[in-house]
């Protein structure tokens, strides 16, 4: 009799381990999702989170955080069935392998939103999970480290709870195991929580983790170095002394070879950190320059496509903008073509913005930058960007600020004569540019005539009293009459008239 009890006891788990294994099974292909939820799966499974089979609690947890993990929809649903304290309660009580599980669950939940990663926080989670990262098994330690990131990278608010709850410095002891997954995932979270600000920066810095994260640049896991270059970046944006603090840990020269890897995130995390520090003070800036950073930006800029070059163009900008120095180290490193490339090369509009600030940092300094960007035709590029009917607000006004302050500053007339065909709102800066050099030289007053400069002046329609008409008098002034009037518009007309008036037997 006992047999047949025990055969009844024995085909119900067996049914249970085969429900639970397929649910999870057929969780990881999307097409049998709605089938499993419109099935009431999340009913049936949660039970299961407490089954007295430990496998069966397993694979319950398993399929969970699948379904979880599909949608915000089914994470929503994880919630409303109260599953989430049953999970948390189990994290501090079962095996490596159900911590795992759980930790993916919480992790799946909290990736969707800031208030699923709230609900996650309510539930207690927290401390459970930070537990879990002074388990030994470092897959467990991954698994916990893995979700405190998730939950912290929603809000400064989500990620002052992990930090309360006591997290970073034992993501900084995750950081230093051997494993490499872990170490990635513990430097993925620790970014995820400085990120916000300037204050949960220097948490993850008064725990110690700059010098360790800057030994690892030179790693040769490329995923390892993503997540390193990143997490300095994040750290390095928000202030001069954070910045100071991650410069301090000897990151030049090695980051800059980052710019050379073969991954190309490795390039664009190191390229961002890289940014990040240029932008603070001349000195860091001085700094990346010295230390061979704006040759190294102009070659990653110059092979990098499409956003890949954002941080490389916003560098050489904020290089350039501190100083004539600064700015012409970018112009002698050969900065100015890839930027070029990009202003007429790049579809999106804002890396044709960026380029032509970038552009317009560079050439506002003195004669001899604006000089620089007039060989290179970037004056004509940037008002065609300017002119063209699709171009943003934003690439407009860029591309308007930069012409006008590299005009001002370009005594190399040749260049600006192009532009005499420009929109009144630019053409006073062009012919206020005449107005000035050509007093004071000769040749440049001939060459201006045989060009046909004089010409096109004499062609613009000024308003009387604008200072667009005045600038046009004062270089009507530099010629004898006869030759303006020769040149003028109306000049044929008027000598026809002559013709018609002149009597020769009078």
Known sequence: MSRAVLQVFEEYQKSRVTFVQTVADLATRPANIDALQNAGVMALLRPLLLDSVASIQQSAALALGRLANYSDELAESVVQHEILPQLVYSLSQQNRF??????????????????????????????????????FDPSVKESAAWALGYIARHTKELANTVVDAGAVPLLVLCFQEPELSLKRISASALSDICKHSPELAQVVVDAGAVSLLAKDI???DAQLKRQVCSCLSQIAKHSVDLAEVV?????????????K???????KNASTCIREIARHTPDLAKLIVNAGGVAAMVDYITEARGNNRLPGIMTLGYIAAFSETLALAVVVSKGIPPLKDALINEPEDHLKAA??????????HSPDHARALAEADVLRR???VYLHQDSSEDLQTKAKRALKCVIQKCTTLPALEPLLEAPPNILK?????FAKVLPNDLNARRQFVQSGGLQKIQEVNAEVGSKLHDYVQEINTLYPPEIVQYYSPNYADTLLKKMDEFNPTG
């Open 98 to 135: 159900y911590k795992k599980a759980a930790a993916f669950v919480l992790r799946a939940v909290s990736k969707h939103s800031p208030q699923l990663a709230q609900a996650v926080v309510d539930s207690g989670a927290l401390d459970a999970l930070v537990a879990c990262l002074e388990e």
């Open 218 to 220: 030179s790693h040769n």
């Open 247 to 259: 410069v301090e840990a000897e990151i030049f020269p090695r980051i800059l070879h980052c710019l």
């Open 261 to 267: 890897d073969v991954d190309e995130f490795v390039r």
């Open 355 to 364: 380029s032509a600030w970038s552009l317009g940092q560079i050439g506002r």
């Open 382 to 384: 940037l008002l065609a």
């Open 429 to 433: 800066y062009v012919v206020q540019q």
